[in-house]
């Protein structure tokens, strides 16, 4: 783990405390790492907005995905804002906070495939999915008959559908607009069939994850969520990188 980013001070004359975030770096629009070593994107600006509602100072990490839980339960870092979703699963090892996004889960493929998404469709077919992600958990939940290959980022799972190396991919939409859609192969590729539905794999929204037992820490950060939706800051922050409003129902 690196931290790529100088100390954030927001308001620091009357900062109570620092808080480390981690984030992946590795999930464009949502966090990714900049030229200059900072990092950026949708959850590192709302997690700064946070910051400012609860004038704390905020430093921020960038760490490989599948390191995020065991780093935070380690103490390297104090917060998770990774567009890391709500989960069952999740919740037995880290608390959350109140969902701040929530964009349903899609398959893709190139146009034209006849594929379906159903798992007698993809019977036998290869699908790509980034490891440790709820569309994972979702692939080894119900297409036991498709061979599912994992990857360390959702964007090398959609390298390997543009080599022709997967047949399909699984990720979340905003994931698939922006990293493979909007890319220069974009146009020879669609989304496939409606959003999958599954509370127990597909969760219940984007939270920040912090460390269980930390209750106070939690209830300021809902505090400022609701703060930052209700005075136009997450519209702002919405409006930069998507033309919808992300919160969801």
Same mark, same amino acid.
């Given at each position: ?10 308001? !620091? ?11 992946? &770096? ?15 994107? %949708? ?12 004038? @704390?100072?905020?430093? %921020? ?8 839980? !065991? ?22 090892? @880290? ?5 701040? /996004? =929530?964009?349903?889960?899609? %398959? ?15 019977? &036998?077919?290869?699908? &790509?999915? =980034? ?11 119900? /297409? ?13 799972? %959609? ?8 047949d399909v991919v699984f990720s979340d939409r905003v994931?698939? =607009? ?47 969520? =609701? ?7 997450y519209a702002k922050i919405n409006a930069k990188y998507?033309?919808?409003?992300? /919160?969801?129902?």
């Open positions: 783990m690196v931290v790529l980013a100088a100390t954030v001070s927001l308001n !620091p004359a009357s900062a109570e405390e620092k808080l480390r975030i981690a984030t992946e &770096g590795a999930y464009p629009p949502f966090n990714q790492l900049e030229p200059d070593g900072t990092l950026s994107g %949708f959850d590192v600006d709302i997690a700064k907005a946070i910051c400012a509602d609860m004038k @704390v100072t905020c430093e %921020f990490m960038k760490q490989d995905w599948d390191g995020l839980i !065991p780093g935070l339960l380690a103490k390297k870092f104090d917060l998770i804002a990774a567009s890391m979703t709500i989960t069952a699963d999740r919740k037995k090892k @880290v608390d959350f906070t109140e969902k701040y /996004y =929530q964009t349903p889960s899609q %398959f893709s493929a190139r146009k034209g495939s006849g594929l379906g998404v159903d798992p007698e469709s993809l019977k &036998g077919k290869t699908i &790509g999915v =980034q490891r440790g992600t709820i569309q994972a958990c979702y692939l080894e939940k119900f /297409y036991s008959g498709s061979s599912v290959k994992v990857y360390p980022s959702q964007l090398e799972a %959609f390298n390997d559908l543009v080599a022709g190396r997967v994931g698939a =607009q922006e990293q493979l859609l909007k890319g220069p192969d974009g146009a020879n590729y669609e989304l496939l069939g409606p959003a999958q539905k599954d509370p127990g794999c597909l969760g219940e929204g984007v939270g920040i994850a912090l460390r269980k037992n930390s209750d106070d820490l939690r209830t300021k950060i809902n505090t400022a969520i =609701q703060h930052i939706r209700a005075d136009g800051t998507f033309a919808f409003d992300l /919160y969801g129902d």
